[in-house]
C-alpha cells in the first residue's frame, strides 16, 4: 500500500527547542492526521486536519494542511522530555476511506 | 467515555497454532481497521469494515489471515498456523461514518505477538 514519505527519520534534541517535521504525498489527500506513540502503546491523536490551508495548535503542537493537499506539517515549540516518542503522519485520500501512514519521525528530547 | 479496547495486550505462540485477537471499537463508531506494526516500523492496512459492507481485505498478507465483525461491534482478527515472521503488534483502530466518510482514528493499545 501507499506510504507517506515523512522527514526527518529522527531527531535529537535539546530540551526546549522546536522542532519541525513533515509528511508529503503523491497523491492529494482530503484528511490529514498526526499521532504519537510511546513504547508499548498504541498511537494518540495530535491534531487532525480536513482542510487545505488550515492551521490548528493543540497545546504546544501546531499542524498545517499543505495548500497543495499533499503535504502536513507539525511544529512542536519549547519541547519538554515528555514529548520523547514517535510521531507519524496519517491521510485519508478523497476516494476510500482507508488511511495511509507516514514511516515516523522518532524524538528525542535531552534534558 | 470509553476508548478503543484489545485483548490479549500480550500474547506468545508456537509456531504453527491459531491465534484470536479481539477488538472492541468506541461505541457508535461503526467503521474498525486492523493494523499491523513490525519493530521500528510504520503501520501495514490489514482490513476495514464499513457497517454492513464488505470488508476491505486488500491488506491482508495472506489467507492464513481472517478477520470478522460481529453485530457491527467486536472484531476478531485470526491467525492460522502461525509463523514467526507474523510477530509483531497488531493494532485496531474505529471512526466515526459520517457523511460518506470516515472522520478521525482513535487507536486501541495493541496486542503483542510473539510467534516462538
Known amino acids: 500500500g501507499q506510504q507517506l514519505n515523512q522527514s526527518p527519520q529522527s531527531m535529537f534534541i535539546q530540551e526546549g527547542e522546536d522542532v519541525s517535521m513533515n509528511c508529503t504525498s503523491s497523491s492529494i489527500f482530503n484528511t490529514w492526521l498526526w499521532y504519537k506513540q510511546e513504547p508499548g502503546e498504541g498511537p494518540v491523536l495530535l491534531i487532525a486536519?480536513?482542510?487545505?490551508?488550515e492551521l490548528t495548535s493543540n497545546g504546544r503542537l501546531t499542524a498545517q494542511f499543505g495548500i497543495t493537499r499533499k503535504d502536513s506539517f507539525l511544529n512542536i515549540s519549547a519541547s519538554i522530555p515528555s514529548d520523547v516518542g514517535i510521531y507519524f503522519c496519517a491521510g485519508r485520500a478523497n476516494t476510500g476511506n482507508q488511511f495511509y501512514f507516514g514511516t515516523g519521525t522518532s524524538l528525542t528530547v535531552i534534558p | 467515555g470509553a476508548g478503543v479496547s484489545q485483548s490479549p495486550s500480550n500474547k506468545v505462540t508456537e509456531k504453527g497454532k491459531d491465534v484470536e485477537l479481539r477488538c472492541d471499537p468506541i461505541?457508535?463508531?461503526?467503521?474498525l481497521y486492523w493494523y499491523r506494526q513490525s519493530l521500528g516500523q510504520g503501520l501495514e492496512f490489514l482490513i476495514y469494515f464499513q457497517g454492513n459492507s464488505a470488508p476491505d481485505k486488500s491488506g491482508l498478507p495472506s489467507d492464513r489471515f481472517s478477520a470478522e465483525r460481529t453485530g457491527g461491534s467486536v472484531s476478531t482478527l485470526t491467525i492460522q498456523r502461525t509463523q514467526q515472521e507474523d510477530s509483531a503488534v497488531y493494532l485496531c483502530?474505529?471512526?466515526?461514518?459520517?457523511?460518506?466518510?470516515?472522520?478521525?482514528?482513535?487507536f486501541g493499545p495493541g496486542t503483542r505477538l510473539l510467534v516462538l
Open positions: 461505541s457508535g463508531h461503526t467503521a
Open positions: 483502530a474505529s471512526s466515526l461514518y459520517f457523511g460518506g466518510a470516515v472522520e478521525t482514528q482513535y
Open positions: 486536519l480536513y482542510k487545505a490551508g
